[in-house]
């Protein structure tokens, strides 16, 4: 696997050698290193996205057709697809996933792709009315140069959605993976270089958030950012955007609320349910990570649920487990403690799942644990846990469901089971997140559906056309040509 930065179609090295162990969160041994990026390494790769660019939208990148965009990023694409086992298997190992969800996340990179190769040649801007003697219209132009900061939960599937778009609207990229899992990123940037993207137009500078991530949200060359990490890291990278005037997208995480009512089909909801928690470890933005259930069937599925929690297994990929290990150790303990102040809080446990006796014993294994009756100002439902921890709650009325979702700091996605039409829509409308599913939960990944967040889930929107649009800036150009007289 390469070790360097990936600058200019080139590996480079870092200045001064430095690297970070890579640990496998299966068994916490060391098995690879990765270059530790320092501010001189942002900055060589901002120079080479800059040269993609030219000062005057003149470089080779900048003067690359949207039709010839569209071909590398669909070439890109069919590449990941050959290499979606080995990909897989790469994500796999640096990250903890089970390799079914690594595979996943691959096929869901390479349909990003597909998708922003096709939607390159759609993206236009528009003529509008004005005065008589004028035409006027706008132009939609990329930024120039974007920086992304990409975190450890998900690396391929969110490189995919940031950089495929931004790349389909002609940015030239400067990528910092997270320090826990940056292999995959620099394979695909290999990838990209064979597929025939020009020199600069995609580049990856690996290393430490505090490091490499805050030189490139501080870099006066980077005219717009893309983050996806926690709350505090996301307000730290948009001031520092903000100092030389740089916009951003933040897409935060969340405390998501799956709402049951007396009337769900509840044979389709539980297992959706579940697998909303357990996805990734728990390790997912939008987590269905609280549960409200109104009170008619709040035994009844607290019953059924504990039942499917105790038979989950977490484990080593090997094993084929429900969950693999966190990312990291960090995260471990942090679970951990969080699970020990609930115990201390006496808030109940309604079921706990297993460990595999197979599971090494240095590796970073939680078990999946469902809580119950647990009241609306405790941490657990107020804060992200990024764990396998569901917590349940009942509800009386329509009213109270709403005001118990809208009442923690975030406002990601929400998820409604109930057959009434008119509260589906009532619900719709009311909750404050970005993405409501009505009898369904994150509707299969959705590359097409914008996505993303209110309150301290973050603002702007990735995914779909509208992340496209987010990466352009909009031109308005006036002609005066008077009238015939
Ligand atoms: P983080 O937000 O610190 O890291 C995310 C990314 O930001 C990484 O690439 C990291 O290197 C980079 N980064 C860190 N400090 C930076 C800085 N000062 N300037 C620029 N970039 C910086 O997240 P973490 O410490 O890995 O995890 C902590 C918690 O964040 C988790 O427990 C979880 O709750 C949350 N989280 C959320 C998501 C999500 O998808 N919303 C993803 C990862 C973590």
């Known amino acids: 696997m390469p070790t360097h930065h990936f600058i200019a179609n080139r590996r480079q090295p870092t200045r001064d050698d430095q690297t970070i162990p890579v640990i496998d969160p299966s068994d916490g041994q060391v098995f690879d290193h990765i270059a530790r990026g320092t501010a ?5 790769a901002v120079q080479a996205a800059c040269a993609a660019m030219g000062d005057s939208l003149d470089g080779p990148w900048a003067r690359t057709c949207a039709r010839d965009r569209g071909r590398l990023l669909a070439d890109w694409g069919r590449a990941v697809l050959e290499h979606a086992d080995e990909l897989a298997r790469v994500e796999a190992r640096d990250t903890g996933k089970t390799l079914h969800t690594a595979r996943n996340d691959v096929l869901a990179l390479a349909r990003y792709l597909e998708f922003y190769a096709g939607a390159c040649d759609k993206l236009h801007g528009d003529t509008l009315p004005y005065e008589t003697g004028y035409t006027v219209m706008t132009v939609r132009e990329p930024h120039g140069v974007t920086g992304h900061i990409i975190p450890w939960n998900y690396p391929v599937q969110i490189f995919g959605r940031s950089v495929g778009a931004s790349l389909a609207a002609g940015n030239a990229c400067v990528v910092k993976p997270a320090e ?31 490091e490499a991530g805050a030189a490139l949200a501080a870099h006066p060359g980077i005219h717009h950012i893309s983050f996806t990490g926690s709350t505090v890291t996301g307000q730290r990278v948009a001031e520092a955007a903000a100092r030389h005037h740089c916009p951003a997208v933040l897409e935060l995480g969340g405390k998501s609320p799956q709402i049951v009512f007396d009337d769900a089909d509840l044979d389709a909801a539980l297992p959706v349910i579940v697998n909303a928690i357990i996805q990734n470890s728990g390790q997912t933005c939008s987590a269905g990570s609280r549960l409200l259930v109104q009170e008619g069937r709040y035994e009844a599925v607290v019953a059924q649920l504990a039942e499917r929690f105790r038979a989950l297994r977490a484990g080593p990929a090997a094993s084929d487990p429900d969950l693999g290990p966190l990312v990291n150790q960090k995260q471990h303990e942090r679970v951990r403690q969080i699970l020990a102040s609930a115990r201390a809080e006496g808030l109940t446990e309604a079921a706990r799942g297993q460990v595999l006796a197979d599971a090494p ?8 644990v469902l809580f119950r009756d647990v009241p609306q100002d405790s941490v657990l439902v107020q804060e992200e846990i990024f764990g396998p921890i569901l917590v349940a709650q009942p509800f009386r009325t329509e009213a109270e469901a709403l005001a118990m979702a809208n009442t923690t700091p975030y406002g990601l996605v929400a998820g409604v089971w109930t057959r009434d039409g008119g509260r589906q829509l009532r619900l719709a409308r009311q909750l404050r997140c970005g993405q409501v599913f009505i009898n369904n939960y994150g509707a299969g990944g959705g590359v097409e559906l914008p996505f993303g967040g209110v309150k301290s889930s973050g603002y702007g929107r990735e995914k779909g056309f509208e992340a496209l649009l987010g990466f352009t800036t909009l031109k308005t150009v006036a002609i005066r040509h008077g009238t015939i007289d």
């Not at 001189?40 to 060589?44: E, L, P």
């Not at 990209?192 to 020009?198: D, K, M, N, V, Y």
């Open 40 to 44: 001189a390494d942002i900055d060589r």
């Open 180 to 210: 826990d899992a940056s292999l995959s990123t620099l394979y695909l940037a290999d990838l990209a270089a064979q597929a025939g993207f020009p020199a600069g137009a995609l580049n990856v500078v690996t290393g430490y958030g505090h």
């Open 361 to 368: 014993a240095a590796g970073y294994y939680q078990e999946a």
